[in-house]
């Protein structure tokens, strides 16, 4: 009864006038700089910061939130329509844009906003109700835990690739090299940059995910020489019953993966697409669709994706730890209102957390009532001829990539990496092991450095910890259930 009486509460502060118009607000801004490529959460939040001193400090944290959130089905619509994906929508690009290229944009988007309404919904009932234990479970992690967490994603790879699973892991770990490039954080020594300067901050996210999907694409269908029109003039928005029973266990998995990986600091958004994608791969009644336009592939994606970033807040507001960039960007805005998350944080402002928490599902309304009544509007875009619709993709391209750093050598490692995608696949490898392990690899080599700093180099006290001695032996386990089902295949090809 007391979390009824809480969210009541919030609603009460949640339902006013003022901040129900800054929450559209922050909705669809997000939404809007999701489809733009290149741009995101992160920059926009930061611009529109400084006009948190003129706004209510309940409507200006609601907005920026609504814009966190909004912007995660802005970038998915984006992937599934035009395969130029964000950080958290990259795993979309693999299963929606298939759906695309078989005319089922529709579906494909309707899926992703329903998808989304139910992560979103799932991870704020998780919120309200296990805000403080879930902040102590993150809080246990230490450097061994979430290097064995890191590793195991890497094992994930299998699952994400849809060809060999050796061309995955080639491609996993040119991932991995290419997120060493850049200056070592504990030495100062640079790695990899070729003696160019522009190098020593390492290469860009979106530099590699919009050159890999959004122009090796484009370049591929010129280089086709024939008019593809994904589509053809009919809509097919609403699902079937058959498909819509497809959609809501792949959303449940996804929005229960999201809701535990976004409360991990480095977890969120980016690794919870990947975990959700792998977790249809393996449990999906219809794996073996999976990687040619699944429509579990876009839900369970798109549920993991706006769950974890619900669930980010709550190591912020309940310790007072910002997990990721826009994360921290948000305790900026708390702290400039005079607000300290934390522990006490619930307890001294009440009206602010329990409203924040109440606005989130209001958005999430918001979010369904804007975006899937116009997805007839989003496609739309096909109706524009090709040879405009590719030169302004490109142009968008350019501009979001060089509104990051105002640099064109972001735009120049841009058209590098189109073509690097593009060649990768002309030899049917997929770009998708590439992201993960350029995410991860960076990642578990920090944590990997921090766990040895901290044993003094005895590399035995991975396995005495509880938490990564668990992982370790999941590993393992998958490890020989691999092994065991790979020499399976081999007898039953000798036997045939």
Not at 36 to 54: D, E, H, K, N, Q
Not at 288 to 297: D, F, R, S
Request: with cysteine.
């Amino acid at each position: 009864m007391e979390i009824l009486n809480n969210l009541a509460f919030g609603f009460e502060h949640a339902l006013t006038l003022q901040n129900l118009m800054y929450c559209a607000i922050g909705c669809m801004v997000g939404t809007f700089i999701g489809l733009l490529p290149g741009l995101g959460p992160l920059s926009t939040i930061s611009l529109l910061l400084p006009l948190t001193y003129s706004i209510p400090t309940d409507g200006s944290l609601i907005m920026l939130a609504g814009i966190y959130y909004g912007a995660q089905y802005g970038d998915s619509v984006s992937a599934i329509t035009m395969k130029i994906p964000h950080a958290s929508s990259i795993v979309a690009c693999i299963d929606g844009y298939q759906m695309t290229l078989k005319g089922k944009t529709g579906l494909a988007l309707f899926a992703a906003g329903i998808s989304s309404f139910i992560g979103g919904t799932i991870a704020i009932v998780v919120l309200a109700t296990l805000s403080p234990f879930l902040g102590q479970v993150g809080l246990m992690f230490g450097p061994h835990d979430y290097c064995a967490l890191m590793l195991l994603g890497f094992f994930c790879v299998s699952f994400v690739t849809t060809g060999s699973l050796l061309n995955g892991l080639a491609m996993t770990l040119i991932g991995v090299l290419l997120g060493l490039v850049g200056t070592d954080v504990n030495s100062g020594v640079s790695r990899f940059t070729m003696d160019l300067p522009f190098l020593m901050d390492g290469i860009g996210l979106i530099s590699i995910a919009l050159g890999c999907f959004g122009i090796a694409e484009i370049v591929k269908n010129l280089d086709d020489k024939q008019e593809i029109s994904p589509f053809n003039g009919t809509i097919k928005l609403m699902p079937t019953w058959p498909e819509f029973k497809r959609i809501m266990p792949s959303a449940l998995r996804g929005s229960v993966i999201g809701s535990v990986l976004g409360v991990l600091p480095g977890g969120g958004p980016v690794i919870a697409q990947f975990a959700a994608y792998a977790a249809e791969k393996r449990f999906s009644k219809f794996k073996e669709e999976i990687g040619h336009g699944a429509i579990e592939g876009v839900a369970g994606q798109a549920a993991a994706d706006e769950a974890a970033a619900r669930t980010s807040f709550i190591p912020l507001m309940s310790l007072g730890i910002p997990e990721n960039a826009v994360m921290a960007l948000m305790m900026a805005a708390f702290v400039v209102k005079g607000i300290q998350p934390g522990p006490d944080m619930i307890s001294l402002h009440p009206d602010l957390f329990w409203g924040l928490v109440a606005s989130m599902w209001i958005g999430n309304c918001f979010l369904v009532i804007l975006n899937v009544p116009l997805v007839r509007y989003w496609l739309s875009v096909f109706k524009i001829p090709f040879n405009v619709l590719f030169p302004s993709i490109l142009f968008f391209c350019c501009i979001g990539t060089f509104s990051i750093n105002n640099s064109l050598n972001d735009i120049y490692l841009t058209a590098t990496f189109g073509l690097m995608g593009y060649l990768f696949m002309r030899m049917g490898l997929e770009a998708a092991p590439l992201m993960l392990g350029f995410i991860l690899g960076p990642m578990l080599e920090e944590y990997f450095r921090r766990a040895l700093m901290i044993s003094r180099g005895d590399f035995s006290s991975f396995l005495y910890r509880p938490i990564s001695g668990s992982l370790l032996a999941l590993i393992a386990i998958f490890i020989l259930w691999q092994t065991i089902f790979f020499f399976k295949q081999q007898s039953q090809r000798t036997q045939t």
